[in-house]
């Protein structure tokens, strides 16, 4: 596709549950981001990654969020046991070029809405 | 303090008017700003970046940059009711980090 594309949509989970949500970024796009937003907030970063390799995962709010990126492409943020905080959109991000690049540019994709009841 | 600060509005101008938005950061060393525009519902998209001080214009949209005084500000001329929207203003820190402020409500109103 031409976007980043995210999956699923909408989500809604029970506390409790495991959820993953995926991110498939531009095609051929070395750098990849997730960020989380609450209603009526900015975008707060989550975890970057450079290729397959997870460079900065210091934004993720505790040890129930994972990501990865194995092949480099596609990328999963999983969040095990979730609670009521956790209900938020998950934006996935990426650029072409490395990170800090001049003139690079981050695409968002439209989010996942996870809402934990 | 937060990192990138913006007042959350709405602010609310006539058609046709300039709207002007701000934005003010804590990290000194930043060199890179962006001005993001979000439709309700929507994911953020592009606008302006900007690196140097001064003023940079595309089309009906300003950004200025005054890195003394840590301010970075978007003006958009001839606003319209499509101009309606959240306007999230991004700071890059470090090489990857884009921090984002909670944004501004911007209301054209016909």
């Known amino acids: 596709g031409a976007g980043v594309s995210q999956s699923p949509r909408y989500k809604v989970a029970k506390r409790g549950q495991d959820v993953a949500l995926r991110c498939d970024p531009i095609?051929?796009?070395?750098?990849l981001f997730w960020y989380q937003q609450a209603l009526g907030q900015g975008p707060e970063f989550l975890t970057y990654?450079?290729?397959?390799?997870?460079?900065?995962k210091s934004g993720l709010p505790s040890d129930r969020f994972f990501a990865e990126r194995p092949e480099g492409s596609v990328s999963t943020l999983k969040i095990q046991r979730t609670q009521q905080e956790d209900s938020a959109v998950y934006l996935c991000?990426?650029?072409?070029?490395?990170?800090?690049?001049?003139?690079?540019?981050?695409?968002f994709g439209e989010g996942s809405w996870l809402t934990v009841v | 303090q937060k990192e990138v600060e913006q007042n959350s509005g709405p602010l609310s101008v006539p058609e046709g008017a300039i709207a002007s938005l701000n934005c003010t950061y804590s990290?000194?060393?930043?060199?890179?700003f962006f001005w993001y525009r979000q439709y309700s519902g929507k994911s953020p998209e592009l606008i302006m970046s900007?690196?140097?001080?001064g003023d940079k214009e595309d089309g009906r949209f300003t950004a200025q940059l005054n890195k003394a005084s840590q301010y970075v500000s978007l003006l958009i001329r001839d606003s319209q009711p499509s101009d309606s929207a959240t306007y999230l203003c991004?700071?890059?820190?470090?090489?990857?980090?884009?921090?984002f402020g909670t944004g501004t409500r911007l209301k054209v109103l016909a």
């Open positions: 900007i690196y140097s001080n």
């Open positions: 990290d000194r060393g930043s060199q890179s």
């Open positions: 990654f450079q290729n397959e390799a997870q460079l900065d």
């Open positions: 095609s051929g796009h070395v750098s």
């Open positions: 991000a990426s650029s072409l070029a490395l990170a800090g690049s001049s003139g690079n540019t981050i695409y």
């Open positions: 991004a700071v890059r820190s470090g090489t990857y980090k884009y921090i």
